[in-house]
C-alpha cells in the first residue's frame, strides 16, 4: 500500500523560476489548487495557469513593501497543522485555515547579491524572512508536508506525483533534509557577511555551510570515504570545469589546489609541477614551453605521475611536453584548441580549466580539523618584496641573486616545512621538504640539486636554529641565502655567512606550511 498523499493545494514563491512552470502545469493536471505571491504568481498568469494570490486566500494584503505577505497564520497553520492529530483539524476548521500539501520556496538571492558587490542596503533587503519560515515549517511537517528548496526538485517530485497520486514520505524525509541544510546554510552566508561588515576575523560562533560538487571515489585510503564541497567561488578548483580525463580522487584535488595557488604567485610564463603536495619543480621562462623544460629538470623522478599547473592559457607547444611524460592533472585558466587536441589523446588525463588565477594577496580563511573540534587561520597571504628585505652580511646580493631570492622564497611558502629551496634564474634547481631537521632539508635539497645548486641562492622558510642547515647550502655552492631571521643564533650563522661570502638577507617574515 502506497504513503503517497496527494497534492491538494500547493504554494509556490520562487526567486528562481527554472523549471516552475512545467511543475505547476504538473500540480494543476493533478487537481491542485496554486498559492502563490508577487513575480512568481505574475509568471504563472503569463503562462496561463490558474493561481490564487495568497493574499486573497489568506484576506490579509502584503504590507511593508512586500516584507509581510505569507508570516500569518493561514499560511503557516496550513502548512504545520497535523493531518493525523483530530485536535488540529478541529482547530484549522474553526480558524478557516485550508491545508497546504507542498511548498517550493528559494530563498531571495542574498549570496548573489552579496557576490556581485552589492551596497549594505541592498544585501540587507535580499535576506528574506518569510521564505526561509515556510520552509522550516514545511520541514517540520514532513510527515504530511513536501518542501522544495532547489530547481532541480520539481522534476523528481512530479514524476513521483504522476506516477503515485502524491509524495512518499521518503521523498518528503530527504526533501526535508534538504531544506534544513538550504535554510543552515542561507544563515550561515548571512552570518558570515555580518561579520566582515564588523570586521571580525574570529566570531564567538562561526557559521559555515558548502555546496556538494562531488562524491569522490574514496579519500586519502580506499577505505576512507571523500566529498568536494565548494564554500567560495575563489578561482582554483572550486571555479574549474574539466575538459576531460577520469573521474578526479580527493588526492587529486588536494594536490592541484597545492600546484593551483603555488603557480599564482608569479607574473611571468610558469609551471609549477607538484607530487604529494610540495612542489618539485617551478620554473619560469619566456613561455610555458620554455619554463616547463626548467621546471621538469629540476626532479624529473618526482614529476612522473604528477599535478601540472600553469599560469597562462595552455598551447600546443606546452601541451606536446606535459603529455611526453605520465601526468596526473593539468589546470590552467584556459587551454587552446590545439592544446587540447594533445591532452585529448591521454583520455585518462585530467585537464581543468579554471577561468582565472586565484589572487596570492587576497583575504580568507583556512580550516584544519582536530579532534572535537577545527582549528581556523587568515591564509597567508603574506608577499616578500625587495623592499622588505635585510641585508645582514658584508656583501650584499647582487641584482641577479635578488631576483632568485624573492623566486625562491615565494616557492618555500608552498612547501612543507621543514622547507629548503635552491633556485637559479628563476628556476628551482633543488627542493628538500617536510623533514623533522631543518639541516636534513638543506641536504636533502642540495643532493636532489646537485652540481646545479653552484651560483644558485638558497631560500628558508622560517629561520636557521644553528649554523648547520647554512653551512649545507655552502657545500653545495649557492652564493646568496635569504631567511625570515630571528633566530637567537642569528649572530653565529651571519658570521658564518660571511666567513664563507655570501650574501645573505633577513625578510622578517616566515612561511611555516605544515
Same mark, same amino acid.
Given at each position: 500500500?502506497?504513503?503517497?498523499?496527494?497534492?491538494?493545494?500547493?504554494?509556490?514563491?520562487?526567486?528562481?523560476?527554472?523549471?516552475?512552470?512545467?511543475?505547476?502545469?504538473?500540480?494543476?493536471?493533478?487537481?491542485?489548487?496554486?498559492?502563490?505571491?508577487?513575480?512568481?504568481?505574475?509568471?504563472?498568469?503569463?503562462?496561463?495557469?490558474?493561481?490564487?494570490?495568497?493574499?486573497?486566500?489568506?484576506?490579509?494584503?502584503?504590507?511593508?513593501?512586500?516584507?509581510?505577505?505569507?508570516?500569518?497564520?493561514?499560511?503557516?497553520?496550513?502548512?504545520?497543522?497535523?493531518?493525523?492529530?483530530?485536535?488540529?483539524?478541529?482547530?484549522?476548521?474553526?480558524?478557516?485555515?485550508?491545508?497546504?500539501?507542498?511548498?517550493?520556496?528559494?530563498?531571495?538571492?542574498?549570496?548573489?547579491?552579496?557576490?556581485?558587490?552589492?551596497?549594505?542596503?541592498?544585501?540587507?533587503?535580499?535576506?528574506?524572512?518569510?521564505?526561509?519560515?515556510?520552509?522550516?515549517?514545511?520541514?517540520?511537517?514532513?510527515?504530511?508536508?513536501?518542501?522544495?528548496?532547489?530547481?532541480?526538485?520539481?522534476?523528481?517530485?512530479?514524476?513521483?506525483?504522476?506516477?503515485?497520486?502524491?509524495?512518499?514520505?521518503?521523498?518528503?524525509?530527504?526533501?526535508?533534509?534538504?531544506?534544513?541544510?538550504?535554510?543552515?546554510?542561507?544563515?550561515?552566508?548571512?552570518?558570515?557577511?555580518?561579520?566582515?561588515?564588523?570586521?571580525?576575523?574570529?566570531?564567538?560562533?562561526?557559521?559555515?555551510?558548502?555546496?556538494?560538487?562531488?562524491?569522490?571515489?574514496?579519500?586519502?585510503?580506499?577505505?576512507?570515504?571523500?566529498?568536494?564541497?565548494?564554500?567560495?567561488?575563489?578561482?582554483?578548483?572550486?571555479?574549474?570545469?574539466?575538459?576531460?580525463?577520469?573521474?578526479?580522487?580527493?588526492?587529486?584535488?588536494?594536490?592541484?589546489?597545492?600546484?593551483?595557488?603555488?603557480?599564482?604567485?608569479?607574473?611571468?610564463?610558469?609551471?609549477?609541477?607538484?607530487?604529494?603536495?610540495?612542489?618539485?619543480?617551478?620554473?619560469?621562462?619566456?613561455?610555458?614551453?620554455?619554463?616547463?623544460?626548467?621546471?621538469?629538470?629540476?626532479?624529473?623522478?618526482?614529476?612522473?605521475?604528477?599535478?601540472?599547473?600553469?599560469?597562462?592559457?595552455?598551447?600546443?607547444?606546452?601541451?606536446?611536453?606535459?603529455?611526453?611524460?605520465?601526468?596526473?592533472?593539468?589546470?590552467?585558466?584556459?587551454?587552446?584548441?590545439?592544446?587540447?587536441?594533445?591532452?585529448?589523446?591521454?583520455?585518462?588525463?585530467?585537464?581543468?580549466?579554471?577561468?582565472?588565477?586565484?589572487?596570492?594577496?587576497?583575504?580568507?580563511?583556512?580550516?584544519?580539523?582536530?579532534?572535537?573540534?577545527?582549528?581556523?587561520?587568515?591564509?597567508?597571504?603574506?608577499?616578500?618584496?625587495?623592499?622588505?628585505?635585510?641585508?645582514?652580511?658584508?656583501?650584499?646580493?647582487?641584482?641577479?641573486?635578488?631576483?632568485?631570492?624573492?623566486?625562491?622564497?615565494?616557492?618555500?611558502?608552498?612547501?612543507?616545512?621543514?622547507?629548503?629551496?635552491?633556485?637559479?634564474?628563476?628556476?628551482?634547481?633543488?627542493?628538500?621538504?617536510?623533514?623533522?631537521?631543518?639541516?636534513?632539508?638543506?641536504?636533502?635539497?642540495?643532493?636532489?640539486?646537485?652540481?646545479?645548486?653552484?651560483?644558485?641562492?638558497?631560500?628558508?622558510?622560517?629561520?636557521?636554529?644553528? +649554523?648547520?642547515?647554512?653551512? @649545507? =647550502?655552502? %657545500? *653545495? #655552492?649557492?652564493?646568496? !641565502?635569504?631567511?625570515?631571521?630571528?633566530?637567537? $643564533?642569528? +649572530?653565529?650563522?651571519?658570521? @658564518? =655567512?660571511? %666567513? *664563507? #661570502?655570501?650574501?645573505? !638577507?633577513?625578510?622578517?617574515?616566515?612561511?611555516? $606550511?605544515?
Amino acid at each position: 500500500m502506497s504513503d503517497a498523499l496527494p497534492i491538494r493545494r500547493a504554494l509556490l514563491s520562487v526567486s528562481d523560476k527554472t523549471g516552475l512552470l512545467d511543475f505547476a502545469r504538473a500540480l494543476v493536471g493533478q487537481g491542485a489548487e496554486i498559492l502563490s505571491t508577487g513575480g512568481t504568481a505574475r509568471a504563472l498568469r503569463e503562462a496561463g495557469i490558474a493561481v490564487k494570490d495568497v493574499s486573497d486566500h489568506t484576506g490579509f494584503p502584503e504590507i511593508l513593501d512586500g516584507r509581510v505577505k505569507t508570516l500569518v497564520p493561514q499560511v503557516h497553520g496550513g502548512i504545520l497543522g497535523r493531518r493525523d492529530l483530530p485536535a488540529h483539524l478541529a482547530e484549522m476548521e474553526a480558524h478557516a485555515i485550508a491545508p497546504i500539501d507542498l511548498v517550493a520556496v528559494n530563498l531571495y538571492p542574498f549570496e548573489a547579491t552579496v557576490a556581485a558587490g552589492g551596497y549594505y542596503g541592498a544585501c540587507v533587503e535580499n535576506i528574506d524572512i518569510g521564505g526561509p519560515a515556510m520552509i522550516r515549517s514545511a520541514a517540520k511537517n514532513h510527515a504530511h508536508v513536501a518542501v522544495l528548496t532547489e530547481p532541480a526538485h520539481f522534476a523528481e517530485v512530479a514524476a513521483e506525483i504522476a506516477a503515485q497520486g502524491g509524495t512518499t514520505l521518503a521523498t518528503r524525509r530527504r526533501l526535508a533534509a534538504a531544506a534544513y541544510a538550504r535554510t543552515a546554510a542561507y544563515d550561515a552566508a548571512i552570518a558570515s557577511w555580518f561579520v566582515q561588515q564588523q570586521g571580525e576575523a574570529f566570531p564567538p560562533r562561526l557559521a559555515m555551510a558548502g555546496v556538494l560538487r562531488q562524491h569522490l571515489r574514496y579519500g586519502e585510503n580506499p577505505h576512507q570515504q571523500a566529498a568536494f564541497y565548494i564554500t567560495a567561488p575563489r578561482p582554483g578548483i572550486a571555479t574549474a570545469t574539466q575538459a576531460q580525463g577520469k573521474e578526479l580522487s580527493y588526492n587529486n584535488l588536494g594536490d592541484t589546489d597545492a600546484a593551483f595557488e603555488c603557480v599564482a604567485e608569479f607574473e611571468p610564463p610558469t609551471i609549477v609541477i607538484v607530487k604529494h603536495a610540495n612542489p618539485c619543480g617551478v620554473a619560469t621562462g619566456e613561455s610555458l614551453s620554455a619554463a616547463w623544460d626548467r621546471a621538469l629538470a629540476c626532479d624529473p623522478t618526482s614529476a612522473f605521475g604528477g599535478i601540472v599547473a600553469a599560469n597562462r592559457t595552455l598551447d600546443a607547444a606546452s601541451a606536446e611536453k606535459i603529455t611526453a611524460i605520465f601526468t596526473e592533472v593539468v589546470v590552467a585558466p584556459d587551454a587552446d584548441e590545439g592544446a587540447r587536441a594533445i591532452f585529448a589523446r591521454k583520455k585518462n588525463l585530467r585537464l581543468l580549466v579554471t577561468g582565472g588565477l586565484p589572487d596570492p594577496a587576497a583575504p580568507g580563511m583556512m580550516l584544519r580539523t582536530v579532534a572535537g573540534g577545527f582549528l581556523a587561520q587568515s591564509r597567508d597571504a603574506g608577499r616578500v618584496t625587495r623592499a622588505d628585505l635585510r641585508v645582514v652580511t658584508k656583501r650584499a646580493p647582487t641584482e641577479a641573486e635578488l631576483d632568485d631570492l624573492i623566486f625562491a622564497f615565494r616557492v618555500g611558502k608552498h612547501v612543507k616545512s621543514n622547507a629548503i629551496i635552491y633556485a637559479k634564474d628563476g628556476a628551482t634547481v633543488g627542493i628538500g621538504a617536510g623533514q623533522m631537521s631543518r639541516v636534513d632539508s638543506s641536504r636533502i635539497a642540495a643532493w636532489k640539486a646537485g652540481d646545479a645548486a653552484k651560483g644558485s641562492v638558497m631560500a628558508s622558510d622560517a629561520f636557521f636554529p644553528f +649554523a648547520d642547515g647554512l653551512l @649545507a =647550502a655552502v %657545500e *653545495a #655552492g649557492a652564493t646568496a !641565502v635569504i631567511q625570515p631571521g630571528g633566530s637567537m $643564533r642569528d +649572530a653565529e650563522v651571519i658570521a @658564518a =655567512a660571511d %666567513e *664563507a #661570502g655570501l650574501a645573505m !638577507v633577513f625578510t622578517g617574515m616566515r612561511h611555516f $606550511r605544515h
